[in-house]
Protein backbone atom coordinates (compact mmCIF):
# COMPACT_ATOMS: atom_id res chain seq x y z
CA UNK A 1 0.00 0.00 0.00
CA UNK A 2 1.26 3.47 -1.20
CA UNK A 3 0.56 7.06 -0.17
CA UNK A 4 0.21 9.73 -2.60
CA UNK A 5 -1.02 13.00 -3.34
CA UNK A 6 -3.65 14.33 -6.57
CA UNK A 7 -4.39 17.97 -6.92
CA UNK A 8 -7.69 19.46 -6.02
CA UNK A 9 -9.75 20.49 -8.53
CA UNK A 10 -8.19 24.43 -8.13
CA UNK A 11 -4.71 24.11 -7.65
CA UNK A 12 -4.32 24.67 -11.24
CA UNK A 13 -6.21 28.32 -11.21
CA UNK A 14 -3.88 28.97 -8.01
CA UNK A 15 -0.51 27.94 -9.85
CA UNK A 16 -1.31 29.93 -12.98
CA UNK A 17 -2.21 32.78 -11.17
CA UNK A 18 0.83 32.56 -9.10
CA UNK A 19 3.07 32.22 -12.05
CA UNK A 20 0.90 35.43 -14.34
CA UNK A 21 2.01 37.66 -11.22
CA UNK A 22 5.55 37.27 -12.16
CA UNK A 23 4.94 37.05 -15.83
CA UNK A 24 2.60 39.89 -16.56
CA UNK A 25 5.04 42.83 -17.56
CA UNK A 26 6.01 40.11 -20.79
CA UNK A 27 2.54 39.46 -21.83
CA UNK A 28 1.99 43.26 -21.70
CA UNK A 29 4.69 44.12 -23.42
CA UNK A 30 3.53 40.98 -25.84
CA UNK A 31 0.08 42.68 -26.71
CA UNK A 32 1.13 45.76 -27.45
CA UNK A 33 3.46 44.37 -30.21
CA UNK A 34 0.93 42.45 -32.05
CA UNK A 35 -1.54 45.07 -32.10
CA UNK A 36 0.62 47.53 -34.00
CA UNK A 37 -0.57 47.95 -37.31
CA UNK A 38 3.07 48.34 -38.48
CA UNK A 39 6.06 46.68 -36.97
CA UNK A 40 7.65 49.78 -35.96
CA UNK A 41 9.44 48.84 -32.24
CA UNK A 42 10.46 46.13 -31.14
CA UNK A 43 10.51 44.56 -27.62
CA UNK A 44 12.79 46.46 -25.67
CA UNK A 45 11.64 49.84 -27.05
CA UNK A 46 8.03 48.83 -26.52
CA UNK A 47 9.19 48.60 -23.00
CA UNK A 48 11.04 51.82 -22.66
CA UNK A 49 7.89 53.47 -24.30
CA UNK A 50 5.61 51.88 -21.94
CA UNK A 51 7.83 52.99 -18.75
CA UNK A 52 8.43 56.51 -19.60
CA UNK A 53 5.04 57.34 -20.35
CA UNK A 54 3.49 55.76 -17.65
CA UNK A 55 5.92 54.48 -15.21
CA UNK A 56 7.01 51.14 -13.95
CA UNK A 57 3.95 50.15 -12.75
CA UNK A 58 2.38 50.87 -15.97
CA UNK A 59 4.09 47.20 -16.91
CA UNK A 60 1.15 45.54 -14.75
CA UNK A 61 -1.36 47.26 -16.07
CA UNK A 62 -4.76 44.71 -16.37
CA UNK A 63 -3.17 42.25 -13.82
CA UNK A 64 -6.93 41.78 -12.25
CA UNK A 65 -8.10 40.89 -15.64
CA UNK A 66 -4.77 38.36 -16.09
CA UNK A 67 -5.78 37.39 -12.71
CA UNK A 68 -9.42 37.23 -13.90
CA UNK A 69 -8.29 34.84 -16.82
CA UNK A 70 -6.24 32.27 -15.38
CA UNK A 71 -9.12 31.51 -12.49
CA UNK A 72 -11.97 30.70 -15.54
CA UNK A 73 -9.48 29.68 -18.36
CA UNK A 74 -6.47 28.44 -16.44
CA UNK A 75 -8.69 27.13 -13.83
CA UNK A 76 -11.15 25.35 -16.31
CA UNK A 77 -8.41 23.44 -18.09
CA UNK A 78 -6.33 22.37 -14.85
CA UNK A 79 -9.85 20.66 -13.42
CA UNK A 80 -11.43 19.03 -16.92
CA UNK A 81 -7.81 17.62 -17.20
CA UNK A 82 -6.75 16.40 -13.89
CA UNK A 83 -9.75 15.24 -12.03
CA UNK A 84 -10.89 13.35 -15.30
CA UNK A 85 -7.47 11.65 -15.62
CA UNK A 86 -7.23 10.79 -11.59
CA UNK A 87 -11.02 9.01 -11.88
CA UNK A 88 -9.85 6.79 -15.08
CA UNK A 89 -6.24 6.45 -13.15
CA UNK A 90 -7.92 5.18 -10.36
CA UNK A 91 -10.94 3.23 -12.14
CA UNK A 92 -8.17 1.05 -14.42
CA UNK A 93 -5.29 0.83 -11.58
CA UNK A 94 -3.03 2.25 -14.49
CA UNK A 95 -2.08 4.79 -16.27
CA UNK A 96 -4.34 6.56 -19.86
CA UNK A 97 -2.59 5.71 -22.87
CA UNK A 98 -1.21 9.06 -23.80
CA UNK A 99 -3.63 9.23 -27.41
CA UNK A 100 -6.53 9.90 -24.36
CA UNK A 101 -4.22 12.47 -22.54
CA UNK A 102 -4.36 14.49 -26.16
CA UNK A 103 -8.08 14.22 -26.32
CA UNK A 104 -8.43 14.82 -22.86
CA UNK A 105 -6.55 17.98 -23.15
CA UNK A 106 -7.52 19.22 -26.25
CA UNK A 107 -10.94 18.78 -24.32
CA UNK A 108 -10.58 20.82 -21.42
CA UNK A 109 -8.48 23.41 -23.31
CA UNK A 110 -11.39 24.02 -25.34
CA UNK A 111 -13.43 23.98 -22.60
CA UNK A 112 -11.38 26.15 -20.58
CA UNK A 113 -10.63 28.43 -24.27
CA UNK A 114 -14.53 29.79 -23.95
CA UNK A 115 -14.85 30.27 -20.73
CA UNK A 116 -12.44 32.65 -20.08
CA UNK A 117 -12.94 34.44 -23.75
CA UNK A 118 -14.47 37.36 -21.46
CA UNK A 119 -11.67 37.71 -19.38
CA UNK A 120 -9.22 37.50 -22.23
CA UNK A 121 -11.17 40.38 -24.05
CA UNK A 122 -10.96 42.44 -20.87
CA UNK A 123 -7.41 41.48 -20.39
CA UNK A 124 -6.62 42.67 -23.93
CA UNK A 125 -8.45 46.11 -23.28
CA UNK A 126 -6.61 46.79 -20.08
CA UNK A 127 -3.42 46.12 -21.05
CA UNK A 128 -3.43 47.97 -24.66
CA UNK A 129 -5.03 51.12 -22.72
CA UNK A 130 -1.96 52.60 -21.73
CA UNK A 131 -0.65 53.48 -25.01
CA UNK A 132 -4.14 55.03 -26.44
CA UNK A 133 -4.34 58.83 -25.92
CA UNK A 134 -5.92 59.55 -23.00
CA UNK A 135 -9.37 60.19 -24.35
CA UNK A 136 -9.62 57.13 -25.96
CA UNK A 137 -8.63 54.86 -22.82
CA UNK A 138 -11.57 52.83 -21.81
CA UNK A 139 -9.75 53.03 -18.30
CA UNK A 140 -11.58 49.91 -16.26
CA UNK A 141 -10.93 50.42 -12.59
CA UNK A 142 -10.42 46.29 -12.92
CA UNK A 143 -11.70 42.89 -14.13
CA UNK A 144 -15.03 42.95 -13.06
CA UNK A 145 -15.45 46.71 -13.53
CA UNK A 146 -14.27 45.67 -17.12
CA UNK A 147 -16.49 42.88 -17.94
CA UNK A 148 -20.15 44.37 -16.08
CA UNK A 149 -19.58 47.78 -18.05
CA UNK A 150 -18.94 45.04 -21.32
CA UNK A 151 -22.02 43.52 -21.18
CA UNK A 152 -24.00 46.58 -20.11
CA UNK A 153 -22.58 49.05 -22.95
CA UNK A 154 -22.23 46.14 -25.48
CA UNK A 155 -24.20 43.36 -24.51
CA UNK A 156 -23.26 39.73 -23.59
CA UNK A 157 -22.53 38.42 -26.56
CA UNK A 158 -19.32 40.95 -27.38
CA UNK A 159 -17.86 39.05 -23.57
CA UNK A 160 -17.81 36.44 -26.06
CA UNK A 161 -16.16 37.71 -29.28
CA UNK A 162 -13.83 35.44 -30.45
CA UNK A 163 -14.76 32.77 -28.74
CA UNK A 164 -14.04 29.93 -31.27
CA UNK A 165 -10.59 31.27 -32.04
CA UNK A 166 -9.75 31.43 -27.79
CA UNK A 167 -11.29 27.90 -27.83
CA UNK A 168 -8.60 26.76 -30.48
CA UNK A 169 -5.91 28.05 -28.77
CA UNK A 170 -6.89 26.46 -26.02
CA UNK A 171 -7.10 23.53 -26.91
CA UNK A 172 -3.82 23.64 -29.00
CA UNK A 173 -1.90 25.44 -25.56
CA UNK A 174 -3.35 22.61 -23.46
CA UNK A 175 -2.18 19.33 -25.26
CA UNK A 176 1.22 20.90 -25.39
CA UNK A 177 1.08 21.96 -21.94
CA UNK A 178 -0.60 18.88 -19.74
CA UNK A 179 -0.86 16.59 -22.46
CA UNK A 180 2.40 16.20 -23.33
CA UNK A 181 4.30 17.12 -19.70
CA UNK A 182 1.66 14.66 -18.22
CA UNK A 183 3.10 12.02 -20.26
CA UNK A 184 6.71 12.14 -20.24
CA UNK A 185 6.96 14.35 -16.91
CA UNK A 186 9.68 17.03 -19.10
CA UNK A 187 8.55 20.22 -20.31
CA UNK A 188 6.99 20.41 -23.72
CA UNK A 189 5.63 23.99 -24.53
CA UNK A 190 3.05 24.26 -27.71
CA UNK A 191 2.22 27.89 -27.82
CA UNK A 192 -0.38 27.99 -30.63
CA UNK A 193 1.21 30.99 -31.57
CA UNK A 194 -0.60 32.17 -34.41
CA UNK A 195 -3.84 31.68 -33.54
CA UNK A 196 -2.96 33.95 -30.55
CA UNK A 197 -1.54 36.35 -32.55
CA UNK A 198 -4.84 36.66 -34.76
CA UNK A 199 -6.67 36.24 -31.48
CA UNK A 200 -5.31 39.19 -29.87
CA UNK A 201 -5.74 41.39 -32.86
CA UNK A 202 -9.26 39.97 -33.10
CA UNK A 203 -10.28 41.49 -29.35
CA UNK A 204 -8.20 44.84 -29.56
CA UNK A 205 -10.00 45.60 -33.24
CA UNK A 206 -13.56 44.56 -33.43
CA UNK A 207 -15.53 47.78 -33.53
CA UNK A 208 -18.37 46.71 -34.72
CA UNK A 209 -20.28 43.04 -34.47
CA UNK A 210 -19.88 42.81 -38.21
CA UNK A 211 -16.34 41.79 -37.71
CA UNK A 212 -15.53 38.32 -36.90
CA UNK A 213 -12.37 36.16 -37.16
CA UNK A 214 -12.12 36.10 -41.44
CA UNK A 215 -12.16 39.70 -41.21
CA UNK A 216 -9.00 39.85 -38.73
CA UNK A 217 -7.53 37.13 -40.37
CA UNK A 218 -7.40 39.04 -43.67
CA UNK A 219 -7.05 42.33 -42.17
CA UNK A 220 -3.31 41.17 -40.68
CA UNK A 221 -2.47 39.17 -43.89
CA UNK A 222 -2.59 42.16 -45.49
CA UNK A 223 0.30 44.08 -43.53
CA UNK A 224 2.30 41.16 -44.67
CA UNK A 225 3.34 37.79 -43.50
CA UNK A 226 5.63 38.92 -40.47
CA UNK A 227 2.28 40.52 -38.78
CA UNK A 228 1.02 36.83 -38.08
CA UNK A 229 4.62 36.95 -35.80
CA UNK A 230 4.28 40.32 -33.85
CA UNK A 231 5.60 40.05 -30.45
CA UNK A 232 6.70 36.56 -31.03
CA UNK A 233 10.20 37.15 -28.91
CA UNK A 234 8.10 38.20 -25.90
CA UNK A 235 5.46 35.72 -25.90
CA UNK A 236 7.89 33.11 -26.37
CA UNK A 237 10.37 34.63 -23.25
CA UNK A 238 6.98 35.00 -21.45
CA UNK A 239 5.19 31.72 -21.84
CA UNK A 240 8.37 29.64 -21.59
CA UNK A 241 9.07 31.09 -18.32
CA UNK A 242 5.14 30.80 -17.12
CA UNK A 243 4.66 27.21 -17.70
CA UNK A 244 7.66 26.71 -15.69
CA UNK A 245 6.48 28.47 -12.99
CA UNK A 246 2.94 27.10 -13.63
CA UNK A 247 4.24 23.26 -12.92
CA UNK A 248 6.74 24.34 -10.22
CA UNK A 249 3.56 26.11 -7.83
CA UNK A 250 1.45 23.27 -9.49
CA UNK A 251 3.76 20.41 -7.61
CA UNK A 252 4.28 22.48 -4.81
CA UNK A 253 0.45 23.07 -4.21
CA UNK A 254 -0.08 18.84 -5.05
CA UNK A 255 2.70 18.24 -2.58
CA UNK A 256 2.18 20.07 0.44
CA UNK A 257 -2.08 20.76 0.53
CA UNK A 258 -3.34 17.49 -2.30
CA UNK A 259 -5.29 14.74 -1.63
CA UNK A 260 -4.03 11.92 -0.05
CA UNK A 261 -4.76 8.53 -1.60
CA UNK A 262 -4.24 5.14 -1.29
CA UNK A 263 -3.06 3.25 -3.80
Not at 190 to 205: M, R
Request: proline share 3%.
Amino acid sequence: MQEKRISRWYFGGLASSASACLTHPLDLIKVHLQTQQEVRIRMLGMTVNVVRRDGYLALYSGLSASLCRQMTYSLSRFAIYETVRDKINSRSKGLMPFYQKVLLGAFGGFAGGFIGTPADLVNVRMQNDVKLPAELRRNYAHALDGLFRVWKEEGVKKLFSGATMASTRGALVTVGQLSCYDQSKQLVVATGYLTDNIFTHFLQSVTSSSFGVFHCLTETAKLGPKAFYKGLVPAGIRLVPHTVFTFIFLEQLRQHFGVVVVT
